[in-house]
T-cell receptor, first 112, second 113 residues
């Protein structure tokens, strides 16, 4: 069946350090993998996606890595800031393309 | 543009009552979805729609009904509320041209007593 899961439920980092959030997925047929950020009391917000035929994609201060061999996805945040404190979810885009399946989430806490 | 609007923001129901959670989007997105989020957990897909008149079940559809008579609106109906349906409900919409970037509403916090 379809499932997307995360290795760690919480992650605490020092301000200015780099953060790495990991995710394992099981559905090899997904054509996109996506990261979302959810701040307290709000709905999730899109961060970045990666197509299944790529292994790396960079955005502003974020990089997503995809390892299809071990079905692993990661989100790297450079120079983590207090505003990055949130819960981060990985998701996969199933068929039809609007059908998003989310993983459990990792709570990122940034210490000043 | 208002984006995705959910009403109400908070609701308390008694077991067995029915109600409809409203969701409207003004971005002309084809896809719309409903998710529930329980404490410490991710979002689980309840129902989704790929366009007006077309709906399908997600991961946890039991106890919920949906319909999509217009592109803009996608209401979620609880037929007979149960305490297990206490959760935060999120509606989302996605453009067919950007099938990964979902826009979410602010959520409806539902408590069933």
């Amino acid at each position: 069946g379809e499932s997307v899961g995360l290795h760690l439920p919480t992650l605490s980092v020092q301000e200015g350090d780099n953060s790495i959030i990991n995710c394992a997925y099981s559905n090899s047929a997904s054509d996109y993998f996506i990261w979302y950020k959810q701040e307290s009391g709000k709905g999730p917000q899109f961060i970045i996606d990666i197509r299944s035929n790529m292994d790396k994609r960079q955005g502003q201060r974020v990089t997503v890595l995809l390892n299809k061999t071990v079905k692993h996805l990661s989100l790297q945040i450079a120079a983590t800031q207090p505003g990055d404190s949130a819960v981060y979810f990985c998701a996969e885009n199933s068929v039809p393309r609007g059908k998003l399946i989310f993983g459990q989430g990792t709570e990122l806490s940034v210490k000043p | 543009n208002a984006g995705v609007t959910q009403t109400p923001k908070f609701q308390v129901l008694k077991t067995g009552q029915s109600m409809t959670l409203q969701c409207a989007q003004d971005m002309n997105h084809e896809y719309m979805s409903w998710y529930r989020q329980d404490p410490g957990m991710g979002l689980r897909l309840i129902h989704y729609s790929v366009g007006a008149g077309i709906t399908d079940q997600g991961e946890v559809p039991n106890g919920y009904n949906v319909s999509r008579s217009t592109t803009e609106d996608f209401p979620l109906r609880l037929l007979s509320a149960a305490p297990s349906q206490t959760s935060v409900y999120f509606c989302a919409s996605i453009s067919i041209g950007k099938g990964t970037e979902a826009f979410f509403g602010q959520g409806t916090r539902l408590t069933v007593v």
